[in-house]
């Protein structure tokens, strides 16, 4: 997998590249997250600053297909519905289907359980994106494992809790790609994996563990450097970095 900025990946599944969460704003140029009509008006963050935090790197995309695992801004943006062909084959949770169709993609593909492309079974996992109500409202958020020559497990928005677990233990994944950052407000538990939740995951599975989502966007206070003195055998890349198996 290659790590674009913040959620946004390309994965590589034997001769297929799926480009998951696309978000293609050039640094500063959307509002901090508790301007987002998806997150509720009483929600504060401990700093105001504009997002994305940092540019893109100078990477080329090339992909087959794009996966979005929700619509939250970070995770899908209006560069990125400008910057896609209409035609780009879109894999989705069925309960946003209507609106990248409404967007004008015409090559919309939502997942209920699993289904395939160029040799690659794609499987669409739970997440809880948060804790309690907090997560009620943040949702619904959806992972992705894509079994081809490999297994990938792409968690999405998620904290440690038992389906995490479950889905490890049915796929047996040979790389795990986790949303790192410990995403969150002045109220409420966090609502991406911090390093309770990232090592609870290292010790669940013997797959590459790889951790994204961080330094990206003004709500996500959990460093790299702080996650890579806090963990072991946990792959942090940098922003365009690849990680192999």
Not at 37 to 60: H, I, W
Not at 131 to 145: C, D, I, K, Q, T
Not at 161 to 183: C, H, R, S, T
Request: aromatic residues 6%.
């Amino acid at each position: 997998m290659q790590l674009i900025r913040n959620a946004t990946i390309l994965v590589d599944v034997g001769d297929t590249t799926f480009l998951v969460d696309p978000m293609f704003t050039p640094q500063g140029e959307m509002p901090t997250v508790t301007d987002n009509p998806a997150v509720p008006e009483f929600l504060t963050t401990a700093n105001q600053k504009r997002n994305p935090l940092v540019p893109l790197p100078d990477v080329s995309l090339s992909y087959d297909a794009v996966v979005v695992t929700h619509r939250h801004p970070d995770h899908w943006d209006e560069a990125a519905r400008e910057e896609l062909d209409a035609d780009v084959p879109l894999f989705c949770q069925p309960e946003e289907a209507e609106a990248f169709t409404d967007e004008g993609f015409a090559d919309v593909r939502p997942v209920d359980d699993e289904t395939s492309f160029d040799g690659v079974t794609i499987y669409r996992t739970p997440g809880q994106h948060g804790h309690g109500e907090l997560a009620e409202g943040m949702g619904p958020v959806s992972g992705f494992v894509f079994e081809g020559d490999e297994t990938v497990y792409v968690a999405g928005d998620t904290i440690w809790y038992e389906p995490v677990e479950e889905i490890l233990d049915q796929f047996e994944p040979d790389m795990v790609v986790l949303n790192g950052g410990k995403a969150q407000f002045e109220q409420g538990e966090p609502i991406t994996m911090g390093v309770e939740d990232i090592s609870a995951v290292r010790e669940a599975t013997d797959a590459t563990v790889v951790v994204v989502h961080m330094e990206a966007i003004n709500h996500c206070l959990l460093s790299r450097e702080e996650l890579r003195a806090e963990t072991e055998d946990v792959h942090v890349p940098e922003d365009g970095e690849q990680i192999s198996l």
